[in-house]
């Protein structure tokens, strides 16, 4: 099975991010080495919606570059569920156009729980997120 790692302060830092824009949805890129995130990126939500999102594409573009020649790669695209639920929905699925693991932070019960998933070809599976 595939993992992600992350240390307890991205996850916190991406959770208050997260929290901060609910009921909106936010959204995110994870970039690092080996599986190992170093760097967070938080991405404007285009679509301003608390069901749906785009990353703004601009700002996308400067992530990637900064990625690039910082000699990293992506690892992982993040966003919200603020209502729920834990999982991938049919338009994550459908949208899905990098082979990176999609880490969906959902808020449950009033708390926020996050899960990763790799996506290819329609068929999800999931991957563990390590959190050191
Ligand atoms: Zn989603």
């Known amino acids: 099975m595939q993992s992600l790692i992350l240390s307890k302060e991205q996850l916190q830092e991406m959770t208050a991010y997260v929290n901060s ?7 995110g890129l994870l970039a690092g080495r080996d599986s190992q995130v170093q760097k967070i990126f938080f991405v404007q939500n285009q679509a301003q919606s ?4 785009v990353m703004d ?7 990637f570059e900064w990625i690039e020649s910082n000699g990293m790669d992506l690892l992982g695209i993040f966003h919200s569920h603020p209502t729920g639920p834990e999982t991938v929905s049919p338009t994550d699925i459908a949208e899905a156009a990098y082979a990176v693991t999609y880490v969906i932070l959902a808020r449950v019960d009033g708390e926020w729980r996050a899960n990763g998933f790799w996506i290819e070809s329609g068929l999800v599976r999931e991957v563990a997120l390590q959190v050191t």
Do not use: D, K, N
């Open 50 to 53: 608390p069901v749906r999102y």
């Open 21 to 27: 824009h609910a009921p909106l949805e936010s959204c």
């Open 57 to 63: 594409p601009i700002e996308q573009l400067q992530a």
